[in-house]
């Protein structure tokens, strides 16, 4: 079981730049395929981005590439999430996630959830 830690959230201007960081403690994090979601009011809960337990495969929502980032630095525990560029349509809670299977972390089915960290990107 691994146990996920989401930090780095808050407000911030239309342009802007924010770092998501999501620290993991429990079974060796390299041992995890990781992800990021996000929820805005009224809408469900879709992937940002997915990152392999070696970092060497990622994935990114259509609308975030070019602006955001995922990393990882499993020596540490930590999932990161790079963000530039927001703009309001990025104001959502945003959730950390972790599975040992590739297509799951991609999907709502993933095993474990972080509790959330809300992001608010003002106009």
């Known amino acids: 079981q691994v146990q996920l830690v989401e930090s780095g959230g808050g407000l911030v201007q239309a342009g802007g730049s924010l770092r998501l960081s999501c620290a993991g403690s429990?079974?060796?994090?390299?041992?995890?395929?990781l992800g990021w979601f996000r929820q805005a009011p009224g809408k469900g809960r879709e992937l940002v981005a997915a990152?392999?337990?070696?970092?060497?495969?990622?994935t990114y929502l259509d609308s975030v590439k070019g602006r955001f980032t995922i990393s990882r630095d499993n020596a540490k525990n930590t999932l990161y999430l790079q963000m530039n560029s927001l703009k309001p349509e990025d104001t959502a809670v945003f959730y950390c996630a972790a599975d040992t299977s590739w297509p799951r972390v991609r999907s709502s089915r993933v095993t474990y959830w972080g509790q959330g960290i809300q992001v608010n990107v003002s106009s």
């Open positions: 429990g079974r060796p994090f390299s041992n995890y395929a």
């Open positions: 990152i392999s337990g070696s970092g060497s495969i990622k």
